[in-house]
């Protein structure tokens, strides 16, 4: 199922088009990334999916029922994480939680319960009675989040939920996203960070000025430009091993040998890292080092758009 | 509604004012009937800023209550406005109008005669509008439907569109078939009948070399001439089939954007890259087409010294950009000319970038092959 | 329910900002004891009763010179000191260098009097005095013209201090320091509620709660309302606070009619509120804040906030200005109300405020529901 349908999206900002006749579906149960350099119409359209922006032309359905005319509905059933943090600095950590899921109509024990467990959830369950200004950079983005998701919305929005933080609140931050995830929740997430969207996102869709260049799993997207991955394997000298027991292995090319290093070329859409190196260490070879040179979204981005994501 | 409404109670307010003042003209009289005005506006505006439906009647009441008080204790020129508010609660209502109708000429019966004239304007005359703005909506309603019923329409053509597309791929198919079936019966026909009969003279030759070898160099000779023939017609007949080669591919391109760049005076080059070769006559006009639009372009704006086109193909895409070292641009805005390429694009499933954020580019970006899964 | 939930929320931070507290609390009641009792003597009534000086002109004949009088001895006997105008002097100048306070021509169609600028309040007084008289005097001319037989009795002198009492320097209350700073300061503080309601719309945008509220299942009306109400209940508890501290602490007198003293000053927070939310969306960035601020401070000063203005010349720019300031209009009906027990001016500013914050909220909901976002 469907839980968001975009036909035609347009928004004109005067004679300028930031978004232009965008069509894309999201389905239930995926982390549907948004991968694109700043102002490529990321932000603008998540700001029309979530109605702080009229659309200039096109429709947006969410769970089948279109945004506007059902805006009730559609508002219930989505969560938003903005990409500015959207939190009252005098309001507690539970009141900022509470006062949001007020709003989608939570009500007294349930409203209780509920904000208790999204603080929970993000980390900040000893830190409910304090105030967003004692609180660091990830700790806010954290409360950020946790005013989206008490409300329980079958589509949550997170729009660069983890610019300008640590590592480490970043990889926790990376980790609830999939945890919502599995418990059922749809994502959307935009970001101009490769290797966040490579790394939790099931779908994507590349953004540039406005318009999706190309869309769909990683494996589909890497394959819009190559379907080669090559492996290099440097070997111990003396290593033996059977270029021939390797040229069988599923997916392998071609093997070729110079001066001790073997160059595999393989099918990147096959996954026999595994199996190339058992064969290498049955046949008693030892492996000094390894490098994998597999296409990125990045260079995907590169190759299509002739720009890379973050210079700009 | 709203806007109607408000527009009648403003005007009657005005009149009750107006007439107020020129009857009574104590100030601290008139004073309260400012302040009952005043109030009554703000009691209105309360209405219309409530939300649901139950609340928006309480709010009405509540008018409807105080016009009465304030007929009673400042002016009864008041009553005046309480058809405006049995007109808001059949709108809110509107099954009750009937009810409300009636309701709204109660009044009548407490009334003297000066004021008697005049409620029953105002009542007709608030009624009157009430009817016409239902009517009025309901026809918007059905014109609103209309546009949902054309947009589907619309939509199913569009559908329809593309499978038409997807027919006339198939057909070009056909179309090569259909090619490819008389190049062999040509064959067949001419040069085929042609070797046959070389065939059966030399045969014949063979025979008679032995025995009468002038008749053998004769059949001999025949069968040479039929054979010169047929070379012949081979000869003409793939000439007649072949393409002209530079009406296609790369070569074309380049020689376009070569003369490009010598009538403008701009530094001009080609390049290439992955298997040119696979890209299909279809591709290449969309290209063509679209490298020429943007060249005029950069001409046309761009104040550059030099352009390059690449076109290189991708696994799974062909692209095509125009890149030029000219001003560029930071927010663009679309012409017709990029319009018309994006739709050229589109016929394929493609999509048109343009960036003007180091010199200007266009991009053209065509899905080929298998395409990936939706 | 939202709507409720908006405006506690709105309480919550207003209560939780120190700044809210000091400028709304704090300030004013540091304000009102340091201008209170820094300007004790300048209200004292003993400081204003030195001894009148008025030049006189008498050019009336008859009834009205005698009439006239009359007055002169009374007025005599409450500290005036009536000088007769000698030929070849110049009135105005005399005035001018202080050798009077005032300069009466009286003539049989009227009394003119040149006040000075030195001595307001003796200058008030003169003038009270005589239309005092002129009102008597006409009644009795009125009379005259119907009965000739009555007028005489009518041009009797009054008796002793009979001009003097319709003025208030006989009544038992005049307004003390700490008294006139309680109100003015009061009104101030109500006026400048028109500052947080500035920040109503800005301040969601500026932490970027706006878009959760916009994407939250909630109205924009409901938005709209929650804040309003909210921001109105901040400042009228403001209000009641710093009433009630004035009235106990520094026992300043508020009069016997507190419900209307409140329903006043309620009007003046509607006001204020609706002013800043209107003005904010008109100027949408955050400028509003500045310029609301300034014209909320000129209008405090102007209005006789910081010290009381006296009586201005009604045409003079400083008399312009001061007219234009809400502060000014509630300073005048509470004070009013509160000495004279006239409420008419009460219910004249009620009014004028509730149709201003009537109209400035129809505006602003106006605007609101035409932007994008917020």
Redesign the interface.
């Known amino acids: 199922m469907n839980v968001l349908e975009i036909q035609g999206l347009t928004k004109k900002f005067g004679?300028?088009?930031a978004v232009?006749n965008m069509t894309l579906n999201v389905k239930e149960g995926e982390i549907f990334g948004f991968l694109g350099s700043n102002g490529a119409g990321k932000s603008t359209t998540i700001?029309m999916i979530?109605?702080?922006?009229?659309p200039s032309a096109g429709e947006i359905r969410i769970l089948g029922k279109d945004s506007r005319k059902h805006?009730?509905h559609a508002?219930?059933n989505?969560g938003?994480v903005?990409q500015?943090?959207?939190?009252?600095?005098?309001?507690t950590a539970y009141?900022n939680v509470a006062?949001?899921a007020?709003?989608?109509?939570l009500r007294g024990k349930l409203l209780k319960e509920r904000t208790e467990e999204a603080l929970e959830f993000v980390g900040l369950g000893d830190r409910a009675k304090s105030r967003p200004s004692t609180f660091s950079g990830g700790m806010k983005r954290r409360l950020n989040i946790a005013?989206?998701i008490a409300h329980k919305p079958s589509l949550i929005i997170m729009d660069e939920p983890t610019v300008g933080i640590d590592p480490q609140s970043r990889n926790y931050i990376l980790e609830s996203v999939k945890k919502l995830n599995e418990s059922g929740c749809t994502v959307i997430y935009t970001s101009h960070y490769m290797e966040e969207v490579e790394e939790i996102c099931s779908r994507v869709a590349i953004v540039?000025?406005g318009?999706?260049?190309?869309?769909?799993?990683k494996e589909?997207?890497k394959?819009?430009?190559?379907?080669v991955k090559d492996l290099s394997i440097e070997l111990k000298p003396g290593s033996a091993y059977s270029l021939q027991s390797i040229g069988k292995i599923p997916g392998v090319r071609a093997v070729n040998e110079k001066e001790g290093r073997l160059s595999i070329q393989s099918d990147a859409a096959v996954d026999n890292l595994n199996r190339i190196l058992k064969s290498l260490m049955d046949g008693g070879a030892e492996v000094k080092a390894l490098q994998e040179e597999e296409p990125n979204l990045e260079t995907v981005f590169l190759?299509?758009?002739?720009?890379s994501l973050r210079d700009? | 509604m709203q806007l109607w409404t408000m527009g009648n109670k403003l005007l009657a307010l005005a009149f009750i004012m107006a007439s107020a003042y020129f009857a009574d003209v104590t100030a601290a009289h008139s004073s309260l009937l400012m302040l009952l005005a005043l109030l009554y506006i703000a009691l209105s505006m309360s209405v219309r800023l409530l939300g649901p439906i139950n609340a928006k009647t309480g709010a009405i009441g509540a008018v409807v209550l105080f016009l009465l008080a304030a007929s009673a204790y400042g002016s009864p020129l008041f009553v005046l406005l309480l058809p405006f508010s049995a007109c808001e609660l059949a709108f809110l209502h509107g099954r009750r109008r009937a009810m409300l109708q009636a309701g709204s000429l109660l009044p009548l019966l407490f009334l003297r005669d000066g004021l008697l004239a005049g409620y029953i304007f105002v009542a007709v005359a608030a009624w009157f509008h009430y009817l016409l703005y239902s009517a009025q909506l309901m026809k918007a309603i059905g014109f609103e439907e209309e546009l949902d019923r054309l947009r589907m329409k619309q939509e199913r053509l569009a559908r329809r569109l593309s499978d038409g597309q997807e027919l006339q791929r198939s057909s070009e198919y056909t179309h090569k078939l259909e090619e490819r079936n008389r190049l062999s019966q040509e064959i067949h026909d001419g040069v085929g009948h042609s070797m046959t009969g070389a065939l059966i003279q030399m045969e014949a030759a063979k025979r008679l070399l032995a025995r009468d070898p002038e008749r053998a160099g004769q059949l001999l000779d025949n069968a040479i001439g039929i054979s010169k023939g047929a070379i012949e017609e081979i000869r003409l007949t793939l000439h007649r089939l072949k393409p002209p080669t530079e009406q296609l591919g790369m070569s074309r391109l380049r020689e376009k954007v070569e003369s490009f760049g010598m009538s403008s005076g701009l530094q001009a080059g080609v390049s290439g890259s992955g298997d040119l070769e696979s890209i299909g006559p279809l591709y290449w006009k969309i290209i063509q087409d679209n490298v020429t639009e943007s060249l005029t372009n950069v001409l046309k704006y761009s104040g550059a010294t030099a352009v390059h086109v690449e076109v290189s193909v991708l696994k799974r895409y062909i692209k095509a950009v125009v890149t030029d070292n000219g001003r560029g641009k930071d927010k663009i805005v679309k012409g017709l000319g990029l319009k018309g390429m994006e739709e050229r694009a589109a016929s394929v499933g493609g999509t048109v970038v343009a960036d003007g954020s180091r010199g200007f580019s266009v991009t053209t970006l065509l899905p080929y092959g298998d395409k990936p899964a939706q | 329910m939202n709507v409720i939930q908006i405006a506690f929320k709105e309480m919550l931070l207003s209560f939780r900002n120190r700044r809210t507290l000091f400028f709304m609390l704090a300030f004013p009641l540091v304000l009102m004891l340091v201008l209170g009792t820094a300007l004790a003597n300048a209200f004292s009534t003993t400081a204003a009763m030195d001894t009148v000086r008025v030049l006189v002109q008498d050019q009336s004949s008859g009834a009205a010179q005698q009439g006239f009088a009359g007055f002169r001895a009374e007025m005599e006997k409450s500290g005036f000191a009536f000088t007769d105008f000698k030929p070849g002097m110049d009135g105005a100048a005399e005035v001018e260098k202080n050798n009077y306070d005032d300069y009466a021509v009286v003539t049989n169609s009227g009394i003119k009097l040149y006040g000075s600028d030195r001595n307001a309040v003796a200058s008030n007084m003169t003038q009270g005095m005589l239309s005092a008289y002129a009102d008597r005097y006409n009644a009795a001319a009125a009379i005259g013209a119907a009965d000739p037989a009555k007028a005489a009795t009518a041009f009797q002198p009054a008796p002793s201090g009979g001009y003097v009492k319709e003025l208030s320097l006989d009544l038992d209350r005049m307004p003390g320091s700490m008294d006139y700073y309680a109100v003015a300061l009061t009104v101030m503080i109500a006026l400048w509620g028109a500052m947080s309601a500035a920040n109503l719309v800005n301040s969601e945008i500026r932490q970027g709660t706006a878009a959760r509220l916009v994407a939250a299942p909630v109205r924009k009306g409901e938005i709209f309302a929650g804040k309003v109400l909210g921001n109105l209940a901040v400042n009228m508890l403001c209000v009641l606070v710093v009433i009630t501290f004035s009235k106990v602490v520094y026992h300043a007198y508020w009069g016997d009619n507190l419900p209307l003293v409140l329903l006043v000053l309620l009007s003046v927070v509607v006001l204020s509120t609706s002013l800043g939310l209107a003005l904010s969306y008109l100027l949408k960035s955050s400028a509003s804040g500045g310029l609301i601020s300034l014209a909320v401070q000129l209008a405090s000063f102007f209005g006789g906030a910081y010290f009381p203005l006296g009586v201005v010349e009604k045409n003079s720019l400083l008399g312009i200005a001061a007219s234009l300031s809400p502060i000014r209009w509630a300073n005048m009906a509470l004070n009013n109300m509160i000495y004279l027990g006239d409420s008419t001016q009460v219910i004249q500013t009620i009014g004028l405020n509730a149709g201003l914050a009537a109209l400035l909220l129809a505006a602003s909901a106006y605007m609101m529901s035409k932007r994008e976002g917020l």
């Open positions: 004679n300028f088009v232009d700001n979530s109605s702080l922006l009229q805006s009730r508002k219930t989505l938003i903005p500015d943090l959207a939190i009252y600095d005098d309001m009141e006062f949001f007020g709003l989608y109509g005013c989206a540039d000025h318009k999706i260049i190309a869309d769909g799993t589909q997207l394959a819009i430009i190559t379907d190759t299509l758009t002739g720009r700009q």
